[in-house]
Every structure is written in C-alpha cells, then in structure tokens.
C-alpha cells in the first residue's frame, strides 16, 4: 500500500530538549516536504526536498532542519524546540511527473512545554 | 508561485450541489491546479487536479477558464461526510517546488 509514515504521532516535550520526527514514503518519490499547521493559518510549508541531499526552505523554517540522505526518508529535527513550535505537523511526498499529486502523512501532534 | 484566494467557508445541505471557487491570478504555464480535502487531525487528501477546461472524477468536478486565473471545484450531491476543509494549490512539477497552501474553505454541511 502507498504511503507516508511518521513518528511518532504524538510528542510532549520540554523546551531545548532536542528531537527528531521521522517521515518515510514506499513510493519513490523524489519530492518530500513538511508543513506545519496551526489553528487559523492552514498549512505552512516547512522544508522541502527535491532529491537526495537537495533541500530548501518554505515559508517558515526557522528553528527546524532537515536532512534527505535516502530518497525514502526525511526527517524534521528541532534542535532547541521551543513552545511556539506546539503543532501538528504533517510530511508529504509527491513525484514529479506532470500530474503527479502529494501524499500526505498521518501527521505529528508537538506539544513543547 | 501563485498564492490561492478562497472563501473562508461555506454552508450547504445534504443533496445540494456546492461550488467552490478559486483565484489564483499569478499562475504559470507549467503549473497545475489541485484541490486536497482534509478533516480534523487528519493529512490533506488529494480530490482532483486539473491543467485547463474541465476535469470530472468520481467524487468531484473541476472548472478551469481560459485564462486559468481561477478554478472552481464542485461536488456534487454533497453529504453529512462532505464536511471538512477545502484547499486550492497551484503545483509546479518541475523546477522551483515552494509550494503555499492558502487558509482553505471550511465546508459545513447540515442535515
């Protein structure tokens, strides 16, 4: 079955205390990105990757970093999370054939105290 | 990229057709136009995508002018199930992939 894997589905953490969410697609697909969603600012884009060891920021990547070393997996890392970084996060996948549509993730749920 | 225009929300009833439209003026030429459905605490799913004129699948219909600087999406006989938010993306398949996905419509849907 296609699909896109995170974990975990759901954190609480302290501030500063560093973590990794892990995202995974079985489908080959060269695209991955994250978003973020926060009540009333739908979803915001975080990171995105084109390919293997290609990455570039979204509109909002302060705080965060990512990293493509396979083509299957792209995790967000927080190195210092703070509270302002409580959401629910979602990664997404997508090839890049004309027409080819993203997938998305089950989504994170970070609360930061 | 083009940023999307949509209405913040609609209200409908079960078996009425609604229509949601789009502005996307800044659109390119090798850009597509999407349509994702998401509920609450769940990832945005994929409706309906679209390049020009009309493209018509088996949950949903979707509108394309001419000039591309709108689209309009449009579910017919709509449902209790139906209610979720609606968002509009313009995708560029290749090259510069920053996408940016607008506030969406929130689609209420009663009884």
């Known amino acids: 079955e296609a699909q896109v894997t995170q974990n975990p589905r759901y954190l609480i953490t302290v501030t500063g205390k560093k973590l990794t969410v892990t995202c995974s697609q079985n489908?080959?697909?060269?695209?991955m990105s994250w978003y973020r969603q926060d009540p009333g600012l739908g979803l915001r884009q975080i990171y995105y990757s084109m390919n293997v060891e290609v990455t570039d920021k979204g509109d909002v990547p302060e705080g965060y970093k990512v990293s493509r070393k396979e083509k299957r997996n792209f995790p967000l890392i927080l190195e210092s999370p703070s509270p302002n970084q409580t959401s629910l996060y979602f990664c997404?996948?997508?090839?890049?054939?004309?027409?080819?549509?993203?997938?998305f993730g089950p989504g994170t749920r970070l609360t930061v105290l | 990229l083009a940023k999307t225009t949509q209405p913040i929300s609609m209200d409908s009833y079960e078996g009425q057709e609604v229509n949601i439209t789009c502005s996307h003026n800044?659109?390119?030429?090798?850009?597509?136009i999407t349509w994702y459905q998401q509920f609450p605490s769940q990832g945005p799913r994929f409706i309906i995508q679209?390049?020009?004129t009309k493209v018509t699948n088996e949950v949903a219909s979707l509108f394309i002018p001419a000039d591309r600087k709108s689209s309009t999406l449009s579910l017919p006989r709509v449902s209790l199930s139906d209610t979720a938010v609606y968002y509009c993306l313009v995708e560029r398949n290749t090259g510069f992939q920053k996408l940016v996905f607008g506030t969406g419509t929130r689609l209420l849907v009663s009884p």
């Open positions: 489908m080959n697909h060269e695209y």
């Open positions: 679209g390049y020009k």
């Open positions: 800044n659109i390119a030429t090798n850009d597509y």
């Open positions: 997404a996948s997508r090839g890049l054939a004309g027409g080819d549509t993203q997938y």
